[in-house]
């Protein structure tokens, strides 16, 4: 793992929460239960991030997903430390005030695509509302250098809302990666209590601005169920996200990290998971990724050329 070893304390990775009551954890239904990490290849990409000093959102948030993915190699590098300046009540990323920025970091990122001999690559970042450009330069430099070490890999970022700075967010823009991910995680009504530091319409209104500055970016945004919305609030969301031109929907269960952080509220079935991808391919998403366990950047190689081959159909059609 690549926790600092002073935030593997639960008081010390999650200060905010301890005021919170224990929230009972519930049983996970049978969809939900996943295979241990194993395997000759989860072990080698996990020494390639150890021996780069990479800190990975699959470890940090607890992703239920990184046996299977660390297994093809497909590991989410996330960029500018391990602590967030945020404190979202359904994230297991450590909160509190980060260290400064390591300069040489995007180049280590570059290093390893290269070294993982990857052809499509996911880089996320905790939320650094401590710098003036949220990080901008940062995700320019990071981009950079994967284009400099792997020039044939395709390049998908998951980035912060970088308070709405639009100077920031061109930036990133500009350096052209191919899919900018931003997730909208829940529905309005809860914002407050779910995602307290955020805004709705501002996260939307970036996505949006990357559409009308680079319209050959794909866009991405994803969303967490089982924290109390309805479908209809749903419905809505969808809606929002078409008409800020957003490519590719990804909508997964909420699963709760510490008794401290939100509680699921429901489970949401297989079946009712399939009601929702039937919903958002109704509205015109080009790609719609809707499971239990899907996450932002599970099976991100193979659904980019799903992305590719869906917008190449819908231009032939036009």
């Known amino acids: 793992m690549t926790y ?10 999650h200060p905010e929460k301890q005021k919170n009551p224990d929230r009972p954890m519930g049983k996970k239904p049978d969809w939900l239960r996943v295979k241990a990490p194993q395997g000759k290849v989860f072990h080698e990409t996990r020494e390639v991030m150890k021996g780069l000093k990479l800190t990975t959102v699959c470890e940090e948030a607890g992703c239920p997903n990184i046996g299977e993915c660390w297994d093809k190699k497909h590991a989410t590098m996330m960029i500018m430390g391990e602590v967030c300046t945020r404190a979202c009540a359904f994230c297991n990323i450590a909160t509190g005030k980060p260290d400064e920025l390591d300069k040489m ?6 290093v390893a695509v290269e070294k993982m001999g990857l052809n499509h690559v996911v880089i996320t970042s905790v939320d650094r509302d401590d710098l003036t450009d949220g ?4 995700w320019e430099k990071t981009i950079g250098a994967i284009r400099f070490k792997a020039p ?3 390049i998908e970022i998951l980035t912060g809302d970088f308070k709405g700075d639009v100077d920031a967010i ?3 823009i500009a350096a052209k990666p191919d899919v900018f991910n931003h997730n909208l995680e829940t529905v309005p009504a809860l914002y407050p209590t779910i995602r307290p530091g955020a805004r709705y319409f501002r996260s939307l209104r970036l996505l949006e601005r990357v559409k009308d500055v680079d319209p050959m970016i794909f866009t991405k945004s994803g969303l967490m169920v089982g924290l109390g919305e309805t479908i209809e609030q749903v419905g809505q969301v969808m809606d929002d996200m078409r008409a800020a031109k957003i490519d590719f929907i990804t909508i997964g269960q909420y699963l709760q990290p510490t008794p401290k952080h939100a509680p699921v509220v429901h489970f949401w079935t ?3 998971f399939a009601k929702l991808e039937r919903m958002a391919k109704a509205k ?3 790609m719609v990724s809707a499971t239990p366990l899907t996450r932002s950047s599970y099976h991100a190689d193979a659904d980019f050329a799903k992305l590719k081959a869906a917008r190449a159909k819908k231009i032939a059609a036009e």
């Not at 600092?4 to 990775?13: A, F, I, V, Y």
């Not at 990080?135 to 940062?138: F, K, L, R, T």
């Open 152 to 154: 044939d890999t395709t």
């Open 270 to 272: 297989p079946e009712e």
């Open 135 to 138: 990080g901008a330069e940062h």
């Open 284 to 286: 015109g998403f080009l």
């Open 170 to 172: 061109d930036h990133v």
């Open 105 to 110: 970091e995007p180049l280590r990122v570059g």
């Open 4 to 13: 600092n070893p002073e935030l593997l304390k639960r008081e010390k990775r």
